[in-house]
């Protein structure tokens, strides 16, 4: 368990604080693309506690500003978008995407006081789907080069999720790789699936036919971590006959994951108390359509879930004893994490929590997170905030799952797979059956 110190530490991320300093350190996604399209209103944004307003102008790019006019205080999010940069409703006043003021057209012709206004401007990047922001100081870094920020633009699948709890809850969802064998796990129905299927889903699971509130595999999987430079390598095992099945992840400093499967999970603070989490998915080899891939019961603009506190999740108790570990339709999927994470509480409180062997992955990333803020703090950059063009790539970074080789330890396949170029791997939904 933490003291409250400890985890006031981990969890408060406003402007000023510990953890708030250390995100601001890294480049987070701000919206999704499709929130600003070209010639779309402002949108009001909220991120690490602050209010901004995200806008594009006249040429497309997108600018992030402080929410309210450094004149008299008026919503910038209602105002006008012309003239190279988003005007102020109230006077008049123009800004554009580097907080410059262009003009205060209610001022004395020839006044040059608009050159005195700088207003609170945050750099944008614009990549497949995603927009993201910098908001710490001095020179940004590199946007990190993940895979799925390489590929052309129709590969990837970018969607979001609000979330009714703080960031670390949703991220330490990621990084606990045993709870999808009881919150996700749903009873197959062998004769129902392709032999192919069929065994993946012992490989994976032991008894998928069965339906306990032991789980399908009780007392036969096991966790550990490996520490890399940036982040934590995670891997989930069991015994399957003679072999050993692994599922493995990888915890990237501050807040996302790249899950088994290859998927990215990010999770960015509104405030203390709410986040997104983004989930991004990709393939290498060919385009994916956006239908079917989307959360469709998370619409825009406001990409609240329709299972949610208010309704229980939309659990259906009968479905526990038929079909579902946890009772949420398995089209909700990401509500059954919202249901485990958000029921926590707005900030869990960690002090009465009692972290378990199969646990010693979380408590290795809260230690890399200390770390990394203490770096901040003394005035170094944290780990994985990357300047230099040749370190900008992550071979180390593993996302997979399946057999690993006779005689071989998990490390040693992360390892291979690594210098193979295979270690983020992208695996189609029907092979996680």
């Known amino acids: 368990m933490l003291t409250k110190e400890e985890n006031d530490l981990l969890t408060q991320t406003g402007p000023g604080t510990p953890c708030g300093e250390l995100m601001r350190r890294y480049w987070q996604p701000a919206a999704l693309s499709e929130e600003l399209p070209p010639g779309g209103a402002p949108v009001p944004v909220r991120l690490l506690g602050e209010d901004l307003v995200l806008f594009r102008d006249d040429a497309g790019h997108p600018g992030l500003l402080s929410l309210h006019c450094p004149h008299r205080g008026a919503d910038l999010s209602y105002g006008r978008l012309e003239d190279g940069g988003i005007r102020c409703i109230y006077h008049g006043w123009l800004f554009d995407v580097s907080g410059r003021c262009l003009e205060q057209p209610g001022e004395p012709a020839g006044s040059t006081f608009h050159e005195r206004i700088r207003h609170t401007a945050y750099p944008c990047v614009e990549k497949n789907g995603i927009i993201f922001a910098y908001l710490g100081p001095g020179e940004p870094p590199l946007l990190p080069n993940y895979p799925p920020l390489q ?16 960031y670390l809850q949703g991220n330490e969802g990621n990084i606990d790789l045993l709870h999808t064998s009881f919150l996700h796990y749903i009873r197959r129905d062998l004769s129902r ?19 306990s509130g032991r789980g399908p595999s009780p007392g036969q999987e096991s966790c ?25 992840a990888t915890f990237l400093l501050p807040s996302l994951t790249v899950i088994p499967g290859g998927s990215i999970n990010w999770h960015v603070p509104i405030d203390d108390t709410h986040h997104w989490k983004y989930t991004i998915r990709f393939d ?20 609240h879930p329709e299972p949610n ?19 949420i339709p398995q089209k909700y999927f990401a509500a059954q994490d919202l249901c485990a994470t958000e029921t926590a509480g707005p900030i869990q409180d960690r002090t009465h929590e009692h972290l378990a062997p199969n646990d010693a992955a979380i408590a290795a990333s809260r230690t890399l997170l200390r770390h990394a803020i203490r770096c901040v703090q003394e005035g170094k950059d944290p780990p994985h905030v990357v300047r230099d063009p040749d370190l900008n790539d992550f071979p180390e970074i593993v996302g997979t799952y399946g057999m690993l080789p006779t005689g071989c330890s998990w490390r040693e396949f992360c390892d291979q797979l690594a210098s193979e170029g295979r270690g983020w ?8 059956m």
């Open 193 to 211: 699936l392709t032999p192919e299927q069929r065994q993946a889903a012992v490989e994976r699971y032991g008894e998928p036919e069965s339906l």
């Open 224 to 248: 550990e971590g490996q520490l890399l430079p940036f982040g934590l390598r995670i891997c989930k095992m069991r015994k399957a006959g003679g072999d050993t099945y692994v599922r493995l």
């Open 284 to 303: 290498r080899e060919r385009a994916i359509a956006a239908e079917g891939s989307r959360v469709d019961w998370a619409p825009p603009p406001t990409y």
């Open 425 to 432: 791997q992208t695996l189609t939904v029907a092979a996680q």
């Open 309 to 327: 506190r208010a309704n229980r999740y939309l659990q259906d108790r009968e479905l526990m004893t038929t079909w579902s570990f946890s009772g």
């Open 151 to 166: 590929v052309d633009a129709d590969h990837v699948v970018a969607q979001k999720l609000y979330s009714e709890c703080n």
